[in-house]
């Protein structure tokens, strides 16, 4: 059974920094490109950012380009995204979520971690 | 930059109904089109990809159509689990950007 289970968010204070992990398993994951996107309160899904299932490729959403940055540990399965000069606006449930994966006719997301940047 | 704009904003539909949702790109995106289905606290749960092929374990009341840039998600016939917010994606090939459209929340009418 696949499970991609985030952490590391919480309450941060504007200009602060936040590092966010994402464990994988169950799916081939250092054969997968992955992505984070996240969803402010009550609001849509916006794409944040995307590496390559080698790490040699990453791409950034101009919101946050600059700021965060992409990683992962495939020896781990872990995707990391490192957040820092936060702002109010990057308040939302950050999510990492698989390219889809066409031989299983899916792709595979996390439940979401909060982050509040809040003074 | 890829735009994608769905509509309406709001659908009500009675249950057992057929539910038309639409989503319009800025630029032809070939057939890189998704749909998913989120309910409130859940995760986005990947309906169509391909704009019309259904993913694992999706209902065949629900289909995707279009290509180009006009795109539609069929329901059928709406089940009480169906009422949800409804997203539309585009997912580029490279540089891989993924494009959101702004939701169709379907309500009980």
């Known amino acids: 059974q696949v499970h991609l289970v985030e952490s590391g968010g919480g309450v941060v204070q504007p200009g602060g920094s936040l590092r966010l992990s994402c464990a994988a398993s169950g799916f081939t994951f250092s054969g997968c490109g992955m992505h984070w996107v996240r969803q402010a309160p009550g609001k849509g899904l916006e794409w944040v950012a995307f590496?390559?299932?080698?790490?040699?490729?990453?791409y950034y959403a101009d919101s946050v380009k600059g700021r965060f940055t992409i990683s992962r540990d495939n020896s781990k399965s872990t995707l990391f995204l490192q957040m820092n000069s936060l702002r109010d606006e990057d308040t939302a449930v950050y999510y990492c979520a698989s390219d889809i994966v066409v031989v299983a006719a899916k792709n595979y997301w996390g439940q979401g971690t909060l982050v509040t940047v809040s003074s | 930059e890829i735009v994608m704009t769905q509509s309406p904003a709001t659908l009500s539909v009675s249950p057992g109904e057929r539910a038309t949702l639409s989503c319009r790109a800025s630029?032809?995106?070939?057939?890189?089109l998704a749909w998913y289905q989120q309910k409130p606290g859940q995760t986005p749960r990947l309906l169509i990809y391909g704009a019309s092929t259904r993913a694992t374990g999706i209902p065949a009341r629900f289909s995707g159509s279009g290509s180009g840039t006009e795109f539609t998600l069929t329901i059928s016939s709406l089940q009480s689990e169906d009422f949800a917010v409804y997203y539309c994606h585009h997912y580029n090939n490279w540089p891989p950007w993924w494009t959101f459209g702004q939701g169709t929340k379907v309500e009980i009418k």
């Open positions: 590496i390559r299932y080698d790490g040699s490729n990453k």
């Open positions: 630029q032809s995106l070939s057939s890189n």
